[in-house]
């Protein structure tokens, strides 16, 4: 049973470039949320998709944006980096429930380092 | 928005020894609260969840207590191993349900 899994392990970019980041949950899971991970910090949540919609946002810039597949799959899409865009980027999977997601499991991260 | 912090920032217990890492949340919503371990450059791996209408939950050698009255959560580790030495956060529904909020870890370190 393969578990939430993200690429690509690590990323390196410049100032006012673009990046994609892609995850795929874990199986039987049908919503994805993305999280910014700062050095020393707690993971704060972006935004979550469900139904290949956003279904809740964090606070976080019109930068960034996302997307999900038919087949539950995600992506994560930062335009114009800046140097604070330095971070983990963590994706979490989980089966919805009406409302409220439950037993939310993480990947492993992509590391991104904007210079 | 939520705050979810936590008492002790480190924590370092003898090997064999109990652990017990704490955690206060601000939203009294909040119904649902998940303990994540974190190693070093791994993603949080999921420990033990709780529900609001529980006050206590064990697993294996970890029991997650829950008091709502103060807001405040804490996670005990039995028998501590080396192993165990990571970032551990406690995160929170909130309001909504649909997104967790994290304190900022506290990160425990086994001495053998």
């Known amino acids: 049973d393969a578990g939430v899994t993200q690429s690509p392990t690590h990323l390196i970019k410049t100032r006012g470039q673009q990046v994609t980041l892609r995850c795929s949950p874990k199986?039987?899971?049908?919503?994805v949320s993305w999280y910014q991970q700062a050095l020393g910090q707690g993971p704060q949540f972006i935004f979550q998709?469900?139904?290949?919609?956003?279904?809740q946002r964090g606070n976080f810039p019109d930068r960034f944006s996302g997307h999900q597949f038919p087949n539950y799959s995600s992506e994560l899409n930062v335009n114009a980096l800046l140097l604070g865009d330095s971070a983990l980027y963590l994706c979490?999977?989980?089966?919805?429930?009406?409302?409220?997601?439950?037993?939310?499991?993480f990947g492993p991260g992509t590391r991104l380092t904007v210079l | 928005g939520e705050s979810v912090g936590l008492h002790l920032p480190t924590l370092s217990v003898q090997e064999g020894d109990n652990s017990i890492i704490n955690c206060a949340y601000s939203?009294?919503?909040?119904?649902?609260f998940i303990w994540y371990k974190q190693e070093s450059g791994k993603g949080p791996q999921f420990i033990i969840d709780?529900?609001?209408?529980?006050d206590k939950r064990q697993g294996q050698r970890v029991t997650v207590l829950l008091n709502k009255t103060v807001k405040h959560l804490s996670l005990q580790i039995a028998a501590t191993q080396p192993g165990d030495s990571a970032v551990y956060f406690c995160?929170?529904?909130?309001?909504?349900?649909?997104?967790?909020?994290f304190g900022t870890g506290t990160s425990l370190t086994v001495i053998p």
């Open positions: 709780i529900r609001s209408n529980m």
């Open positions: 199986s039987g899971h049908d919503t």
């Open positions: 979490a999977s989980t089966l919805a429930g009406v409302k409220k997601v439950d037993e939310q499991f």
């Open positions: 939203n009294s919503a909040s119904d649902y």
């Open positions: 995160a929170e529904n909130g309001n909504t349900g649909n997104q967790f909020y």
């Open positions: 998709y469900y139904e290949e919609e956003e279904r």
